[in-house]
C-alpha cells in the first residue's frame, strides 16, 4: 500500500550549520505539505532505538554519536508519491554522487555527515513517523 506521507530528519550537522531553514524551504518549494515538525535533540537511547536496525553494523556506535551530537528536525511530509519524489529531492547519501541542486549535494559535507534522512518505503516512513509524533501532533 502506498501512501503521500514520507519522514524525514535535517540531522545535526546542517542544524549546526544554519541549513535547516534552507532545507525547508527547498522541501516546501517542491511540494511538500509539512504535516509534523518537532526541533528536538536525540538521547543515546532514543537514537539506539530508532537505528536499532544497523545495531549489528561496524558504524551503528559511530551513527549514534553523530546523532546525539546536536539538535535535530523531525518531520512528516505529505505530497503525490511522497517516498519517491523525497528521495530524489534529497539526492544520494554520497553527496558526491547527488545531483546537483538536491539537498545533499548543496548542503552535506560527506557520506556520514549528510544533512538529511528520508524514509525508504511506506512502512519506515510509517514507523520513523510513529517514533517522533503522535497523532496529536499531526496536522
Same mark, same amino acid.
Given at each position: 500500500?502506498? *501512501?503521500?506521507? *514520507?519522514?524525514?530528519?535535517?540531522? %545535526?550537522?546542517?542544524? #549546526?550549520?544554519?541549513?535547516?531553514?534552507?532545507?525547508?524551504?527547498?522541501?516546501? @518549494?517542491?511540494?511538500?505539505?509539512?504535516? #509534523?515538525?518537532?526541533?528536538?535533540?536525540?538521547?543515546? @537511547?532514543?537514537?539506539?532505538?530508532?537505528?536499532?536496525?544497523?545495531?549489528?553494523? %561496524?558504524?551503528?556506535?559511530?551513527?549514534? =554519536?553523530?546523532?546525539? =551530537?546536536? %539538535?535535530?528536525?523531525? $518531520?512528516?511530509?505529505?505530497?503525490?508519491? $511522497?517516498?519517491?519524489?523525497?528521495?530524489?529531492?534529497?539526492? $544520494?547519501?554520497?553527496?558526491?554522487? $547527488?545531483? %546537483?541542486?538536491?539537498?545533499?549535494?548543496?548542503?552535506?559535507?560527506?557520506?556520514?555527515?549528510?544533512?538529511?534522512?528520508? =524514509?525508504? =518505503?511506506?512502512?519506515?516512513?510509517?514507523? @520513523?513517523?510513529?517514533?517522533?509524533?503522535?497523532?496529536?501532533?499531526?496536522?
Amino acid at each position: 500500500m502506498t *501512501t503521500n506521507r *514520507t519522514f524525514t530528519m535535517i540531522k %545535526p550537522d546542517a542544524v #549546526a550549520n544554519g541549513h535547516a531553514g534552507k532545507i525547508l524551504d527547498q522541501i516546501i @518549494e517542491a511540494g511538500f505539505k509539512v504535516v #509534523a515538525l518537532k526541533y528536538t535533540q536525540l538521547s543515546t @537511547e532514543k537514537a539506539g532505538n530508532f537505528y536499532d536496525i544497523h545495531r549489528e553494523r %561496524p558504524f551503528f556506535n559511530d551513527l549514534v =554519536s553523530f546523532m546525539t =551530537s546536536g %539538535p535535530i528536525y523531525a $518531520a512528516i511530509l505529505e505530497k503525490d508519491n $511522497a517516498i519517491e519524489d523525497f528521495r530524489k529531492l534529497i539526492g $544520494a547519501t554520497d553527496p558526491q554522487k $547527488a545531483e %546537483p541542486g538536491t539537498i545533499r549535494n548543496r548542503f552535506a559535507k560527506s557520506i556520514d555527515a549528510n544533512a538529511i534522512h528520508g =524514509s525508504d =518505503s511506506d512502512d519506515n516512513a510509517k514507523i @520513523e513517523g510513529d517514533f517522533f509524533f503522535a497523532e496529536n501532533e499531526r496536522f
